[in-house]
């Protein structure tokens, strides 16, 4: 069995829980309740202000603080939080800041991340914010607070997303994108607040079929791309689905949105889908 190692520059809380063949490099801070499961590893430098749990063989680099406080103004200092999570298999690199949720236990979920997950160097996640499994976080992405990414979507280096927006699966939001409303599943995101396709590579690379994929374009042509006002913008996706698991997800992202849709890129907003 692996065994623990802890440098003896680093500083760990006494109710810290460490996994099996854990190792804390040099400058550490981990005080209160951090659980680090088997195989974690600390370069170095790392800061974590528990409630934080961090899933087995997630690699962290310096600079990465995970846990403090959420920058809500709402939320007083010392108040009970659900802190973090962070998935199993992720890659943390340098600089990385995943701040504690504003609610405490029981009221809401930790700040997340999920498993397999790549966070570059600068990227951030506010309080409150969830991504699912093998998303990609590039340098200098920033997710606000209540924001939510699905599974296998990649936000480009300093891609912003605004609080409570969403981003479906399989979506790609590219660089310097500033993203206020929700981004479909299997869409790319660009510029401000557009979309301009389909993320054809993505959903190769993930063995979808040339049928699925041509299923999602003719859905995006026909329900994005054409100016439709909400509800039959809902109805084309839905027809369309019935023969499509995936138009289906996008049917339900669409129905489920608060905040709106990013605009097709050439549609004229006040002709298409918030008329």
Excluded: W
């Excluded at 109710?15 to 590893?41: D, M, T, Y």
């Excluded at 609610?103 to 979920?109: C, I, L, M, R, T």
């Excluded at 498993?115 to 997710?143: P, Q, T, W, Y």
């Excluded at 969403?166 to 929700?182: K, N």
């Amino acid at each position: 069995m692996p065994r623990t190692t802890i440098h003896p520059s680093s500083l760990v809380d006494p109710s810290c829980e460490l996994g099996e063949g854990v190792e804390i490099g040099p400058n550490c801070v981990l005080r209160g309740a951090v659980r680090l499961g088997a195989g974690v590893k600390l370069v170095g430098c790392s800061h974590l202000e528990g409630p934080v749990e961090v899933g087995a063989n997630t690699t962290i680099y310096p600079g990465t603080c995970l846990g403090f406080p959420p920058q809500d103004y709402k939320f007083k200092l010392g108040s009970p939080t659900a802190g973090v999570r962070i998935g199993a298999e992720c890659l943390i690199r340098e600089h990385v800041t995943v701040h504690a949720a504003s609610k405490a236990p029981g009221q809401g979920p930790p700040t997340t991340v999920g498993d397999r997950c790549f966070l570059m160097v600068g990227s951030h996640l506010g309080h409150d914010a969830r991504i699912g499994n093998d998303v990609i976080l590039v340098n200098g992405s920033l997710l606000a607070g209540h924001t939510e990414v699905g599974d296998k979507a990649t936000l480009s280096g300093h891609a912003a997303i605004h609080q409570f927006v969403r981003i479906g699966r399989f979506a790609f939001v590219s660089g310097l994108a500033a993203i206020a409303r929700d981004v479909p599943p299997f869409v790319i995101a660009a510029e401000r607040n557009l979309m301009f396709g389909i993320n054809v590579v993505g959903m190769r690379r993930n063995g979808f079929a040339r049928e699925e994929i041509k299923n999602v374009r003719d859905a995006f042509r026909l329900a994005f791309r054409t100016p439709r006002p909400r509800p039959e913008q809902l109805a084309v996706l839905r027809e369309l689905g019935e023969r499509s698991p995936a138009v289906r997800e996008m049917a339900e992202f669409v129905a489920g949105s608060k905040r709106g849709l990013v605009a097709c890129a050439g549609v004229d907003e006040d002709e298409g889908a918030e008329a």
